[in-house]
C-alpha cells in the first residue's frame, strides 16, 4: 500500500515569495491534515479536511496561509508572502476512520525563507 | 496553551537498558494517547497508543502506561536498541474532535551501544 506522498522535499525561497506544496493521501483515507513542525517542536495542526470540506483551520494564519482539497483526494498548501517565520517542516497525514484514530504521515516538506 | 507536554528534550540510554520517556497532559477531555516515532528527513511513524480507559498498553519490546489521575502518561522501551534513537513525541486526541492529533515537543533519544 502507497504511503502519503509530498512534494517537493525542500524548498529555499526569500521572504515575500510564495510556495505551494502537494499532498496525495493513502488511497481512501477521508481525512486529510497539514501541520506545521518548527525546529524543537512538536507539529502543530494547520488546517484538517474531511473529504474536500474543511473541518478546522482554526490555527491557519488566513491572510497568508491558504489550502485547498478541491476532488477530495489531493491537496495542496500555499503561503503568499512567506515570512522568516514560516521556515518549518510541513507534514501531510491522512486517516481513516479508526479506534485508535492513527494518523499516517508523509516525509514532510522542508521550507527554508530567507 | 500547550496541552501535551514532554518536559525532557533529550534522553541517553546504554543499549540493553530500559528508555523512560515521560509525557504530562492538561485535557481530561483526551479520549486516546498515542506515540509517534521520527528519524531525520522522515514523517513521524506511529509506534503504539492507548484508550483513556486502560493504565497499559504492550506491544513487544514497547509499553505505554497511563495515569488519569496524574494527567501523566510513560512510554517504556525494554530493552533498548540503537536503532530506536529518534525523536519520540507524544499525542493526544479529544473526543468528538475529528480525530486530529496534538502533539507534545518531542524527546530525542539516543541509545549508545
Known amino acids: 500500500e502507497a504511503g502519503v506522498a509530498q512534494s517537493p522535499r525542500y524548498k529555499i525561497i526569500e521572504k515575500r515569495q510564495s510556495v505551494a506544496f502537494w499532498c496525495n493521501p493513502i488511497?481512501?483515507?477521508?481525512?486529510l491534515y497539514w501541520y506545521q513542525q518548527i525546529l524543537g517542536q512538536g507539529p502543530k495542526l494547520l488546517i484538517q479536511?474531511?473529504?474536500?470540506?474543511?473541518?478546522?483551520d482554526s490555527q491557519l494564519p488566513k491572510d497568508r496561509f491558504s489550502a485547498e482539497r478541491l476532488k477530495g483526494v489531493d491537496s495542496t498548501l500555499k503561503i503568499q508572502p512567506a515570512k522568516l517565520e514560516d521556515s518549518a517542516v510541513y507534514l501531510c497525514?491522512?486517516?481513516?476512520?479508526?479506534?485508535?484514530?492513527?494518523?499516517?504521515f508523509g516525509e514532510g516538506s522542508r521550507l527554508t525563507v530567507l | 496553551d500547550q496541552q501535551v507536554k514532554q518536559n525532557s528534550p533529550s534522553l541517553s540510554v546504554q543499549e540493553g537498558r530500559i528508555s523512560i520517556l515521560n509525557c504530562d497532559y492538561t485535557?481530561?477531555?483526551?479520549?486516546?494517547f498515542l506515540w509517534y516515532k521520527k528519524y531525520p528527513a522522515e514523517g513521524p511513524t506511529f509506534l503504539i497508543s492507548?484508550?483513556?480507559?486502560?493504565d497499559k498498553n504492550e506491544d513487544g519490546r514497547f509499553t505505554v502506561f497511563l495515569n488519569k489521575s496524574a494527567k501523566h502518561l510513560s512510554l517504556h522501551i525494554v530493552p533498548s536498541q540503537p536503532g530506536d534513537s529518534a525523536v519520540y513525541f507524544c499525542?493526544?486526541?479529544?473526543?468528538?474532535?475529528?480525530?486530529?492529533?496534538?502533539f507534545g515537543q518531542g524527546t530525542e533519544l539516543s541509545v549508545k551501544p
Open positions: 488511497s481512501g483515507h477521508a481525512t
Open positions: 499525542a493526544a486526541r479529544r473526543y468528538n474532535q475529528g480525530g486530529k492529533l496534538i
Open positions: 479536511f474531511q473529504n474536500n470540506g474543511v473541518v478546522d
Open positions: 492507548i484508550s483513556s480507559i486502560k
Open positions: 485535557n481530561s477531555m483526551f479520549d486516546y
Open positions: 497525514a491522512s486517516s481513516a476512520i479508526t479506534r485508535t484514530g492513527e494518523l499516517f
